[in-house]
């Protein structure tokens, strides 16, 4: 959650919102469609040499709208299947807790609820996008719930990764032991802090750590800060010699003109021959 912060304040900084009236009920917002929004840190701009690293506003919005309909879609399979799959499956078109939650605001407390967009008549939207979308008490309990669902933390998981050990620390009592872990994968941290969940374990990494030898380790993966961890880890096997699994990490493929707008990440650069 809030991973994009960020990009969404600089997102607000450039719409225009209010009442329709006192004691109105109505909210209106005016997006400028050829207004740009910094993709990282740092301030909007129009100029030449940050365009690249710019957004329209215009696209931004078209991308809130499709997560809204990929929203309204969801709710309509829990309504005919009573599951929340739809939800999970819709994260890749934009759905959120951070969009479940601001649509559950909008119904709860009404019999009715409804988000109409108006699209600038100078420039269509792109084909096929909705501009009115209605919620109801209705959606009230599936919107919660995959609330609470989006919410969980999804950074940890269960894996396996196969690295050279490093960093051996003594082991404290009581403790199974912790070490450090170069990835020889090509996806994944290329470095991980291990804590052991055996004793004997810990023997095992301090050998391969001698033997330079590759080992192969299974735990939950979790992200704290800048450090990547292994918890409750045990190791699988101990391979050979680590130079015979040496393996060139991939880059993050790009689609040619597509356009990631929420990657709040530096871009890389090629230099210049």
Known sequence: MNKYGGFASRYLDQ??????????????????????????????????????????????????????????????????????????????????????????????????????????????????????????????????????????????????????????????AGSPGVFGIDSLQAEGPRKVRVRLADDEDYHEAIRAHEEDLALLVSGKLEKEGNLSWLYNATVIQTLGHVDEFVVRRSRRQEVAGQLDLFNEEEPSHTPEA
């Open 15 to 172: 719409v225009l919102m209010g009442q329709t009236a006192p004691g109105s009920y109505i909210v209106t917002a005016y997006a400028p469609s050829n207004a740009p929004v910094a993709l990282r840190g740092g301030s909007n701009s129009t100029e030449p040499l940050v365009e690249a690293h710019t957004a329209q506003l215009r696209a931004v919005n078209e991308a809130v709208v499709r997560a809204i309909e990929a929203t309204t879609e969801a709710l309509q399979h829990f309504k005919t299947s009573g599951s929340l799959s739809g939800f999970e499956t819709g994260v890749a078109r934009g759905i959120s807790y951070e969009m479940t939650n601001a649509i559950l605001g909008i119904a709860s407390g009404s019999s009715e609820a409804d988000i109409t967009i108006e699209w600038d008549s100078g420039s269509s939207p792109a084909t096929g996008l909705e501009s009115q979308f209605v919620f109801r008490p209705s959606d009230v309990d599936p919107l919660s719930r995959a609330a609470v669902k989006l919410a969980e933390d999804e950074s940890s998981q269960q894996v396996t990764i196969m690295g050279r050990v490093h960093l051996l620390a003594k082991k404290q």
